[in-house]
Nanobody
Framework: VQLQASGGGLVQAGGSLRLSCEAS????????MGWFRQAPGKERESVAA????????YHADSVKGRFTISRDSAKNTVYLQMNNLKPEDTAVYYC???????????????????WGQGTLVTVSS
């Protein structure tokens, strides 16, 4: 299983980026895919998650109303649309996947089985 993340870059505050994560090697039809981020000196935190089959989603309070997670079954790809970016959104963003459905009490790093490489998002003020 490989998760290939892309779409990071440098953007000014208030701008937008869309991250993509394509899964290969298997599908997660009954599972969950998510996005995490890790800023320098901070722990990795969950940003958003989506249950593949039902499209039920979770968004962290810090990104609600600005970020949107979605998925495309045909492309086996999950997206993170990030609008109105702020300097505090600067981090390395990782996509992750798990075989189990979305459970709101299971949103930590340890709850995911598969990880992509990170993609750096830098928001300048």
């Amino acid at each position: 299983v490989q998760l290939q993340a892309s779409g990071g870059g440098l953007v000014q505050a208030g701008g937008s980026l869309r991250l993509s994560c394509e899964a290969s090697g298997r599908t997660f039809t009954d599972g969950t895919m998510g996005w995490f981020r890790q800023a320098p000196g901070k722990e990795r935190e969950s940003v958003a998650a989506i249950q593949w089959r039902s499209r039920h989603t979770y968004h962290a309070d810090s990104v609600k109303g600005r970020f949107t997670i979605s998925r495309d079954s045909a492309k086996n790809t999950v997206y993170l649309q990030m609008n109105n970016l702020k300097p505090e959104d600067t981090a390395v963003y990782y996509c992750a996947a798990r075989s189990r459905r979305l459970i709101y009490s299971e949103l930590g790093s340890d709850d995911y089985e598969y990880w992509g490489q990170g993609t750096l998002v830098t928001v300048s003020s």
